[in-house]
T-cell receptor, first 111, second 112 residues
Framework: EADIYQTPRYLVIGTGKKITLECSQT?????MYWYQQDPGMELHLIHY???????EKGDLSSESTVSRIRTEHFPLTLESARPSHTSQYLC??????????FGQGTRLTVV | RKEVEQDPGPFNVPEGATVAFNCTYS??????FFWYRQDCRKEPKLLMS???SGNEDGRFTAQLNRASQYISLLIRDSKLSDSATYLC?????????????FGRGTQLTVWP
């Protein structure tokens, strides 16, 4: 089993609220990723990090921010949640060019 | 053009059938290749890495053709439990510093 954890697993929140999705891994992986995925649809990269204090925007990054202050922690923040943010958010990590491991995801519903 | 293209599917096959999935990638600098499996409403999980010489893991065989920029996955003797979406994944070691590119996925349903 991969040691990568996401919290919360499920979140229902009102429009306009600020939310932070947590992702932590205990494997010492240098690279971490955030993806958004709607049911039955493809994964979309939001942000990724290739090391501490280094982050890059993905394809859907305009409405969220990330930070990588510690190797094991890569939180994703939505400053103002909207119904269009309703989706599943998946965090992943990997070492170098090896395979990536995914967390179990956070299912976000914005009402 | 997308970085990774997969057979759209869906594939519906009987138990015991052999099924093959194909995937092409656009960046010749790509270095690492993987097949992932994703069950409905679950996270993707690694099925197997794909090596230049091809590799086999039980009923699963992966092949890589760098000249044609083509990856395949063969599943023999399909089981009901193989029903899932199969994702082709390519790693670009170039300017995007280790970004992973996922295909849209190919849905497989194995029926009794």
């Amino acid at each position: 089993e991969a040691d990568i954890y996401q919290t919360p697993r499920y979140l229902v929140i009102g429009t306009g609220k600020k939310i932070t999705l947590e992702c932590s891994q205990t494997m010492g992986h240098d690279k971490m990723y955030w993806y958004q995925q709607d049911p039955g649809m493809e994964l979309h990269l939001i942000h990724y990090s290739y090391g501490v204090n280094s982050t890059e925007k993905g394809d859907l990054s305009s409405e969220s921010t990330v930070s990588r202050i510690r190797t094991e922690h890569f939180p994703l923040t939505l400053e103002s949640a909207r119904p269009s943010h309703t989706s599943q958010y998946l965090c992943a990590s990997r070492r170098g060019d090896t395979e990536a491991f995914f967390g179990q995801g956070t299912r976000l519903t914005v009402v | 053009r997308k970085e990774v293209e997969q057979d759209p599917g869906p594939f519906n096959v009987p138990e015991g059938a052999t099924v093959a999935f194909n995937c092409t990638y656009s960046n010749s600098a790509s270095q690492s290749f993987f097949w992932y499996r994703q069950d409905c409403r679950k996270e993707p999980k690694l099925l197997m890495s794909v090596y230049s010489s091809g590799n086999e893991d039980g009923r699963f065989t992966a092949q890589l053709n760098r000249a044609s920029q083509y990856i395949s996955l063969l599943i023999r003797d399909s089981k009901l439990s193989d029903s899932a979406t199969y994702l082709c994944v390519v790693n670009d070691r170039g300017s995007t510093l280790g970004r992973l590119y996922f295909g849209r996925g190919t849905q497989l349903t194995v029926w009794p």
